[in-house]
């Protein structure tokens, strides 16, 4: 598990290198042909990650519900996110894999719901939702390169 916790850190340590010179104006802009922008996909990250870990693992999610709520698969962005908002979004999708590394550690993951993904994939430990979250990372990584050429 130790390699799939580095490309976790690895992959979020990327978005913020790539969002890191753009504006606000820019992160909440929605390109022509797509669905969300930059703001959305950070927040997915974080949302998506704490629902395939900790809530299919029936422990409690480490973010607010209004966050899922906005952030989680199907949902699109309502309005744009300020300078705060987002350094709060930040804060989380840089701190919150040291807290899973903590947690797998202290063994609080035990009772993992079986789910199938959207794209087929079936989640039936923690372990594959790790693994699985980390493919689902890096396609939101592309398309936020997709999107910052856009803006």
Same mark, same amino acid.
């Given at each position: 598990?130790?390699?799939?916790?580095?490309?976790?850190?690895?992959?979020?340590?990327?978005?913020?290198?790539?969002?890191?010179?753009?504006?606000?104006e820019?992160?909440?802009?929605?390109?022509?042909?797509? =669905?969300? /922008?930059?703001?959305?996909?950070?927040?997915?990250?974080?949302v !998506?990650?704490?629902?395939?870990?900790?809530?299919?693992?029936?422990?409690?999610?480490?973010?607010?519900?209004?966050?899922?709520?906005?952030?989680?698969?199907g !949902?699109?962005? =309502?309005?744009?996110?300020?300078?705060?908002? #987002?350094?709060?979004?930040?804060?989380?999708?840089?701190?919150?894999?040291?807290?899973?590394?903590?947690?797998?550690?202290?063994?609080?993951?035990?009772?993992?719901?079986?789910?199938?993904?959207?794209?087929?994939?079936?989640? /039936?430990?923690?372990?594959?939702?790790?693994? #699985? /979250?980390?493919?689902?990372?890096?396609?939101?990584l592309?398309?936020i390169?997709?999107?910052?050429?856009?803006?």
């Open positions: 598990m130790k390699t799939q916790f580095e490309i976790l850190i690895k992959s979020r340590e990327l978005v913020v290198k790539l969002i890191e010179d753009l504006t606000m820019q992160m909440n802009t929605i390109p022509k042909g797509f =669905k969300n /922008n930059i703001t959305w996909n950070v927040a997915h990250l974080v !998506t990650q704490q629902l395939l870990h900790y809530k299919l693992s029936n422990t409690n999610c480490l973010v607010p519900e209004e966050l899922i709520a906005n952030f989680k698969k !949902t699109f962005p =309502k309005r744009d996110l300020n300078d705060e908002e #987002f350094d709060e979004i930040k804060d989380l999708l840089t701190a919150l894999p040291e807290t899973l590394i903590e947690d797998y550690e202290a063994g609080i993951f035990n009772d993992y719901e079986t789910y199938e993904t959207s794209t087929g994939f079936v989640l /039936n430990s923690l372990e594959t939702a790790i693994t #699985f /979250n980390n493919y689902h990372e890096g396609l939101h592309g398309i390169r997709s999107i910052k050429k856009l803006v």
